[in-house]
């Protein structure tokens, strides 16, 4: 079992940042891709931006290339997401996840534990 929770949402205003965390625990050693997905109110859960085990490797969704920035600090069991020029269209509420079948690529689905999630509003 992983545990893992985000933190560092919030409220915001169109262009402005912010930095998510997710901290995990349990099976923390096991070596795991993770991954950032978010849903909009009404809409179906996306993939955000992924990054492998070792950090070597990122994935992003085309939406949020070049605005935001996926990195781990593996001694922390934790994996970060800097969002810079967030927009309206960011709004939602992001989930961080743990894929422990393929730790050295970056998937887009078929995580196996999920956090709860954290809210972010982006206002106009």
């Known amino acids: 079992q992983v545990q893992l929770v985000e933190s560092g949402g919030g409220l915001v205003q169109a262009g402005g940042s912010l930095r998510l965390s997710c901290a995990a625990s349990g099976r923390t050693r096991s070596s795991y891709a993770m991954g950032w997905f978010r849903q909009a109110p009404g809409k179906e859960r996306e993939f955000v931006a992924g990054i492998t085990m070792s950090g070597g490797a990122t994935r992003y969704a085309d939406f949020v290339k070049g605005r935001f920035t996926i990195s781990r600090d593996n001694a922390k069991n934790t994996v970060y997401l800097q969002m810079n020029s967030l927009q309206p269209v960011d709004t939602g509420i992001y989930y961080c996840?743990?894929?422990?079948?393929?730790?050295?690529?970056?998937?887009?689905?078929?995580?196996?534990?999920w956090g709860q999630g954290t809210q972010v509003t982006v206002s106009s």
């Open positions: 996840a743990v894929d422990l079948r393929l730790p050295v690529l970056v998937r887009t689905s078929g995580y196996d534990y």
